[in-house]
């Protein structure tokens, strides 16, 4: 059954090649190259790529951003320079050793070609990986899991930490979600939760939503039990922030270490819907951002050689401030890729410039490189690759920019 | 669409069983067959109750069969006539900041009591209120206009006037009367950042999600340039300050406001309206189909099916656009129509009506004692009232709840409270099962005394053989199975 699917795909994705050539790129990745597992970090409320990532050498920039703008770098609260164009929010600061590492980057004016300036259709369009609201309701990371699935799959091989798991890894089988480790298992005596696990499989032994996730979560209660991944603390010197985000970014490391058979986990950062007093707000997140992820960098270690974490948002700001000391919904913004395997030390980009004639609609950064792209060109290098149109199937030009060797 | 999205989320369920097997090879011991998921369906008395209140109380089934249906959804909808006295004198006692204005709010010593008193409250109505249909279209409305009560100091004091002088005077009235309001009040003009709306650099949340989320809909025809001119419209729209005798009170500040002719939805909106271009705007908004429309289509997927059924979404939106937006005339709409009454199991409760439905059905009292860990529980599934940081509100479909995280922790919850292991909450069994000691009565009695419907006959037997394992008795497994119950899928579904 899964075999001949994946087939099925495969042929898919080579039927079409012959029609629209452009479009088709079928992994050129080894078959016996290990998957990376991949983080996809979602930074919900639009974060705003002009302020975290400055263009402080572009004039425009501090015509358009008179009171919310990062100074260039040299003087006090100026930006942290990163190619000599771009710099970084001073808040970014913990990620500035990985960055120079080459393991560490940024891509600026990046971003949806969807024209939405609604968080919750941007947010969900982009968690699908499509343009157009259409009949495919699976996440584009849960699309690559379909893919992939086979028998040797644990249970955990998709995690999204929270209450509930994101759109990003909605594929056929169940996400595990779990706010932590600790609190995830039955509450009882020994003896009852034998009893209780048994009677629970029976109850939900059927076949619709409810009782397929109910079962998978008693699945992962096992699974749990034997891993242990509790019995994994950070390795030396990675300090999460003691925030949400920093506690749940910490347990998906724990799970990592606990070879669990997490394949793809997701987990989101919120608060970046910054209309109104915003620079206080950016300072605070950028700085648990950064610490959060190099604290991951550091824990993980060397097995950064088979991790790739990636960061995105689902739209960027207005390119010119309001009236509050913040800014309106707005277009492109920017991603972080995070590996050993990333081309990093480096602000890809494709500056679409901040005159008003650059600017995109209502007076926003135009978007000039597809966010789909860069997961593309993820799943093609560091996995062992599928059909781009089956995991973006309206993205019209594929064009990998290199991000991942 | 809709129907393809159902077809997808079963169909990744028929999926995700298939693979199953191959996924759980490390598990011990599994079920042996997979199983029908249809449960035998609940009787409208019992469907009706379960989606129109906090949970199924005997008092409340006795009645219902006692009056019929359609007379205690009346009784329901008179919500004024019904007797609260006991509920609000209880607040009025304990809860004082319910009753306060913006000043002695911002008097208060401790700030955080406003929205934690809030919150109690609201939990406290949902358990104990005779007025239950009203609770569940003020939970309906206050998560229509969700304003998150942890924004900022401000909005914490004041999204206790917006629960009283906005969502409660309205929540089974006229929806024009309940957006002009909501336009008006102070806490969503902080929560949405209208307060800095000024002329010339406009702020544009307010007017956007004035739009997406409280009345056209993301999808409702609305532009770009309708954002910002609605935005110029509510220029000057804002709230008095310190100091000033209008403190936390809605004003207009004339100098604030953009004067000049602006254009909404294809009308014109004439120079120099002052405070008359917003509530124009209201109108407008009040008035457009695509708001009938989006109104309805929520409605319908509170009260009858994740994916809501077209033809009574359409039904809805004639009633609204006839009505002028009578939300008791939608109401009746759904709960006279043949869809409503062949959705049995197509809601799942979300974690707060789950919590309140499992005490409700035991008649056990939640006290102060206990209210801490009450709150822990609703926490770990995300689902405190006024807690949802974006402004379109909780999530109200099964997709979003039935996560691990929150299946576990329903669980837990169960299991914890027929164990009699919540601090300050006594369950007693012995009221339920009539000292009755055959398995096969006990299970029985028990389905109806607290799922309120028939289970399978392979139910039955499970159930029957939990009881009759020996060692611990029979008597005392009864807690067991009730939690077991609990936690099973037939107490799942509103």
């Known amino acids: 059954m899964k075999l001949s699917r994946r087939h099925f795909f495969k042929l898919l994705g080579l039927g079409s090649a012959s029609v629209l050539a452009p479009r088709v790129l079928l992994a050129d990745s080894a078959l016996d190259k290990t998957d990376d597992i991949i983080i996809s970090v979602f930074l919900r409320g639009a974060a705003d790529g002009l302020n975290i990532v400055p263009p402080y050498a572009d004039p425009d920039y501090y015509r358009l951003r008179p009171k919310l703008n990062i100074a260039p770098p040299g003087g006090k609260g100026g930006a942290l320079d990163l190619d000599g164009f771009f710099g970084f929010h001073p808040g970014m600061e913990a990620l500035m050793s990985a960055y120079e590492d080459g393991e560490l980057a940024i891509i600026h004016a990046c971003g949806s070609p969807s024209a939405s300036h609604s968080h919750f259709e941007a947010q969900d369009l982009m968690e699908r990986g499509l343009i157009n609201p259409a009949d495919n309701f699976s996440g584009w990371l849960g699309r690559y899991l379909d893919y992939r699935m086979d028998d040797s799959f644990s249970v955990f091989h998709a995690v999204g930490m929270g209450n509930t798991a994101p759109r990003t890894l909605a594929h056929k089988a169940s996400t595990i979600s779990l706010s932590t480790i600790d609190s995830f298992s039955l509450l009882t005596s020994d003896e009852q939760k034998a009893e209780i696990e048994e009677m629970l499989r029976e109850l939900y032994a059927g076949t619709n939503m409810l009782e397929s996730r109910s079962i998978s979560t008693l699945d992962a209660l096992d699974a749990m039990a034997e891993a242990e991944p509790g019995q994994y603390p950070p390795e030396t010197g990675a300090r999460y922030p003691d925030t949400t985000f920093g506690r749940q970014l910490q347990a998906i490391g724990q799970l990592i270490r606990a070879d669990i058979g997490l394949r793809a986990g997701a987990i989101s950062l919120g608060g970046w819907d910054t209309h109104k007093d915003q620079a206080a707000t950016v300072d605070n997140l950028t700085t648990e951002l950064a610490l959060a992820l190099a604290a991951f960098d550091t824990d993980m270690g060397e097995n950064m050689h088979n991790i790739t974490l990636v960061t995105h948002t689902e739209f960027g700001r207005r390119a010119y401030e309001n009236g509050s000391a913040g800014t309106d919904h707005g277009h492109a913004s920017f991603m972080l890729a995070m590996g050993k395997n990333v081309n990093g030390g480096k602000v890809y980009n494709d500056w679409p410039g901040l005159r008003n004639q650059d600017l995109y609609g209502a007076g926003d950064l135009e978007v000039t490189i597809d966010y789909r792209n860069i997961l593309g060109e993820l799943i093609s290098k560091r996995t062992s690759g599928m059909s781009m149109v089956e995991l973006f199937p309206d993205l019209e030009q594929v064009q990998f920019p290199g991000v991942f060797s | ?494």
């Open chain 2, 1 to 494: 669409m809709a129907i393809q999205r159902r077809s997808f989320i079963s169909n990744a369920a028929a999926m995700s069983a298939l693979l199953a097997t191959g996924i759980s090879t490390q598990t011990k011991s599994r079920a042996s067959t997979t199983r029908n998921s249809t449960l035998p369906a609940p009787d409208a008395d019992t469907l009706t109750l379960n989606r129109t209140t906090f949970g199924i109380t005997q008092a409340l089934k006795n009645k219902i069969r006692k009056v019929g249906r359609k007379r205690w959804l009346e009784s329901q909808m008179n919500w004024k006539d019904l007797d609260d006295t006991r509920t609000e004198a209880y607040l009025q006692k304990n809860m004082p900041t319910l009753y306060m204005s913006p000043q002695e709010l911002s008097n208060l010593e401790n700030k955080n009591q406003a929205a934690k008193q809030l919150v109690q409250a609201t939990v406290y109505r949902a358990m104990f209120s005779k007025r239950q249909l009203y609770e569940v279209m003020v939970e309906f409305w206050s998560n229509h206009f969700s304003i998150y009560i942890r924004d900022g100091r401000p909005v914490s004091l004041l999204k206790t006037i917006d629960d009283r002088e906005v969502i409660r005077p309205h929540a089974l009235g006229n929806f024009r009367e309940l957006l002009r309001a909501s336009s008006k009040s102070p806490a969503m003009l902080i929560y949405l950042d209208n307060h800095s709306n000024v002329a010339g650099t406009a702020n544009e949340n307010y007017a956007r999600e004035l739009m997406e989320l409280h009345s056209l809909g993301v999808n409702g025809g609305y532009t770009e340039t309708d954002v910002k001119e609605v935005a110029r419209c509510f220029t000057g729209w804002t709230v008095g300050r310190f100091g000033s005798p209008q403190l936390g009170k809605f004003i207009f500040a004339s100098t604030k406001h953009d004067q000049g002719q602006k254009s909404v939805l294809g009308t014109i909106i004439p120079a120099n309206g002052g405070m008359s271009d917003g509530e124009q705007v209201i109108d407008l908004l009040a008035s457009h189909p695509s708001t009938a429309k989006y109104i309805s289509t929520k409605l319908v997927r509170r009260f009858v099916a994740d994916e809501p059924p077209p033809s009574l979404v359409d039904q809805l939106t004639e009633t609204f656009i006839a009505t002028d937006g009578d939300i008791k005339a939608l109401l009746w709409d759904i709960f006279l129509s043949n869809e409503f009454l062949t959705s049995a199991d197509q809601k799942l409760k979300r974690p707060l009506e789950f919590m309140l439905s499992a005490m409700r059905t035991l008649d056990t009292i939640p006290s102060r004692q206990s209210s801490n860990y009450l709150r822990n529980i609703l926490f770990s599934m995300g689902h405190i009232p006024f807690n949802w940081t974006p402004p379109d509100g909780f999530p109200d479909a099964a997709e979003y709840w039935a996560s691990s995280n929150g299946l576990l922790t329903r669980w837990n919850y169960a299991t914890a409270l027929t164990g009699n292991r919540i601090p300050g909450l006594k369950f007693d069994y012995q009221t339920l099962t009539d000292n009755n000691r055959d398995p096969k009565t006990l299970v029985t009695i028990l389905a109806n005394r607290v799922l309120h419907r028939p289970l399978s006959n392979a139910d039955e037997m499970l159930f029957v053989r939990y009881l009759s394992r020996g060692k611990p008795s029979i008597q005392a497994r009864i807690p067991g199975l009730i939690g077991l119950m609990l936690a099973s899928n037939y107490f799942q579904y509103r």
